[in-house]
Each structure stands twice: as C-alpha cells, then as structure tokens.
C-alpha cells in the first residue's frame, strides 16, 4: 500500500483471517483506523512498514500490538502529521521484540529511547528523531549491528564520538543530512571492521578526527560536501591513510548547484 489511505483487516468468522500473512508494507493508521486493533491477530508477521497519525496514549495502544509480533524481524514506523512531516514517536516498545534484526524510525524520540534498542539489531536506521545528546555511546554498543545511518534531523547536536572497542561489527555507515553536527572523533580500534562510509550533505561538518583508525575502510564516498571539506581530504588522504597498504577508495559526488 501507499502509505495514504486509511486501512483495516476485518475479522473473519473463522478466525483465520490472515494468519499467514508475512510482509506487510504502506498501511497507514490514524486514531480511526481499525488496523490498529487488528495487527495483534497477525502473529506471523515479519516484516512491517506503516505510518501513522497518532497521539502518544494512541501509539502506546498501538505498541502493545507490536509486542505481540513474535516473529517481526523488519520494522519500520513513520510518525507523521497530516502533512507529513515527523511528529512524537513513542517506542516503548523496542525492549520486548527479540528477533527484530532491522529497524527504521521516522519521527521525534526521546534520548532515552535508543537505551531499548535490542542487541539482536544489525540494520538501524534513525530519520527526523531530534536526538539532542551524542547517541553514539549507546549506539555503538550494540554488538550485531552491521549498518547505521543517521538521517536528517536524527540528531541536531554539535559533536558526537566513537570509541574503542565501539561498533564491533559496522561495515556501513551513512551520515545524511545532520545540518548541525561540526565535529566527529573516531579514536584507536573504534568501528574496526568498518568497509564504507558515506557523508552526505552535512554542511557545518569538518573532517573528522581519526579517520584514519578506519583501517578496513575500503570506500569513503562524499556526496553534496562542501568544496573545503572535500578539498582538504583530497589533500590530506595520504597523511590519514599513509600507513595503511590499501586506502580507501574517495569518490565525491556533488550534483549542487554554484
């Protein structure tokens, strides 16, 4: 579905109505949409893509159906206004879905939301959460996951860092959009496994310090960069990487307009 009309599953005499069902994609739920109470009977679900027009007692109603979703291994939820744009999103749901491998959430969280987020997690995505604290410490803790990417707006801080030992098993990281962010440390045997690494268009950005600790780093791809923050890279990528018998590969895209 296309995220836009309101949808419902009715419930069948027998009981059975879509008990097999497996990948759900595009609903979109409101506070009179009837799907709300209908996705607890969908027990077999694994993967799940909606958004929603909620407010916060309604998605808390709405989580208590997520935790009945044993199998959900996908999620992704966009807390939205009638316009679209992000709103509040109440995950208190993330501590009890044990096999949740992916997750996407578009929408304003509270700091502490991200201390719930599951050690099972390999992909995780943040978009428009308005994270005001550093959320690497926490982030960097969870020891499966293979890709993070920041979105915009998921955190509108000035500085962030990673540290030893941190993200154990990264292999892509994609910084998008973070208009705030100015300064990024990535000290000694942090993200030590990681393969690719994308910034994208974070305009205040300057280059991050410990770059060159990344030393399985294989692709640094820059799209829409400031023409400082690439030119300084380009000078400086032998001094990073100088010590390291395969550097990354740098491929700079900028489609912007001068």
Known sequence: MNQIYRSQIKHQPSGSSLQNLQTLRGAFVDKDS????????????????????????QQ???????????????????????MGRPQDLKATFLLGLENLSNLYLFGKLENTSINRLRQSLTDLTLSASGLLDDPMPELETLKKLECLSLYSGSYTGKSMSCSKGGFPQLHVM??????????????????????????????????????????????????DMPVKFTAEIEETKEIIWGDIALSP?????????Y
């Open 249 to 257: 590969a740098i491929i700079i895209d900028d489609h912007r307009q």
């Open 60 to 82: 808390i109603a709405l989580a208590e159906s997520f935790l009945k979703l044993n199998q959900l291994k996908a999620l992704k939820l966009k807390s939205i206004d009638e």
């Open 34 to 57: 009837l799907l709300k109470d209908s996705l607890r009977r969908l027990t077999n679900l694994r993967k799940l893509a909606l958004a929603f027009q909620l407010n916060l007692s």
């Open 174 to 223: 994609n910084l998008w959009m973070l208009e705030e962010l100015e300064e990024w440390n990535v000290v000694e045997e942090a993200m030590s496994n990681c393969k690719k690494l994308e910034i994208r268009c974070c305009n205040s950005l300057n280059v991050p310090t410990g770059l060159g600790h990344l030393k399985t780093l294989s692709e640094l791809k820059l799209k």
